[in-house]
Antibody, heavy 124, light 107 residues
Framework: QVHLVQSGPEVKKPGASVKVSCKVS????????IHWVRQAPGKGLEWMAA????????IYAQDFQGRVTTTEDTSTDTAYMELSSLRSEDTAIYYC?????????????????WGIGTTVIVSS | SSELTQDPAVSVALGQTVRISCQGD??????ASWYRQRPGQAPILVIY???SRPSGIPDRFSGTSSGTTASLTITGAQAEDEGDYFC??????????FGGGTKLTVL
């Protein structure tokens, strides 16, 4: 059973970068496609990026192109999401998520396992 | 357009049936998934691939789709079904889309 453990809350100043981690347990990171989704206070879900194992590349939402980078450390089964040039509108809960019931190597566009979220506050 | 549209709020009497809809061009080509989110919690998947239920999701939850509209139906709504419901799909660029969410109130 897949379990995702995210890093703790962050407070950043405008213009800075933040890096959120997501450690996978119960599964091997390379067998999963990790999605990153955020939710601003009182707002809906906003998909940011995910790794597509079928094309071996990361897919980014257009709104985040050039500002978000995802990486993976397979030695520790940990995925990372870094968001740069932070502004107040980036204040949100950032979730990592995945589909734990699928086959390795497939890109699933739905997620049945979610981390508890990482709160990022951007404030001067 | 690559957008999914949902009604902001819906209410249902306890034990009655409610349908939550999601509209978008991508739904003509790709299946919808549905998530429920309670305050202060992460979303949970309740329907995927249009009408499949993850283990642990009650069979009162069902999904359908026609044309550019996908629907989530709860037959015999319970108090614990209250929350925000988000539809999701993909588009032709492999991007994941979310609807704006529907707040369900069980009266």
């Amino acid at each position: 059973q897949v379990h995702l453990v995210q890093s703790g809350p962050e407070v950043k100043k405008p213009g800075a970068s933040v890096k959120v981690s997501c450690k996978v347990s119960g599964y091997t990171l390379t067998d999963l496609s990790i999605h990153w989704v955020r939710q601003a206070p009182g707002k809906g879900l906003e998909w940011m990026a995910a790794f597509d194992p079928e094309d071996d590349k990361t897919i980014y939402a257009q709104d985040f192109q050039g500002r978000v980078t995802t990486t993976e450390d397979t030695s520790t089964d940990t995925a990372y999401m870094e968001l740069s040039s932070l502004r107040s509108e980036d204040t949100a809960i950032y979730y990592c998520s995945t589909f734990g019931g699928g086959s390795s190597g497939y890109f699933y566009h739905y997620m049945d396992v979610w981390g508890i979220g990482t709160t990022v506050i951007v404030s001067s | 357009s690559s957008e999914l549209t949902q009604d902001p709020a819906v209410s249902v009497a306890l034990g009655q049936t409610v349908r939550i809809s999601c509209q978008g061009d991508s739904l003509r080509s790709y299946t919808a998934s549905w998530y429920r989110q309670r305050p202060g919690q992460a979303p949970i998947l309740v329907i995927y691939r249009r009408d499949s239920r993850p283990s642990g999701i009650p069979d009162r939850f069902s999904g359908t789709s026609s044309g550019t509209t996908a629907s989530l139906t709860i037959t015999g709504a319970q108090a614990e079904d209250e929350g925000d419901y988000f539809c999701s799909s993909r588009d032709s660029t492999n991007t994941v889309l979310f609807g704006g969410g529907t707040k369900l109130t069980v009266l």
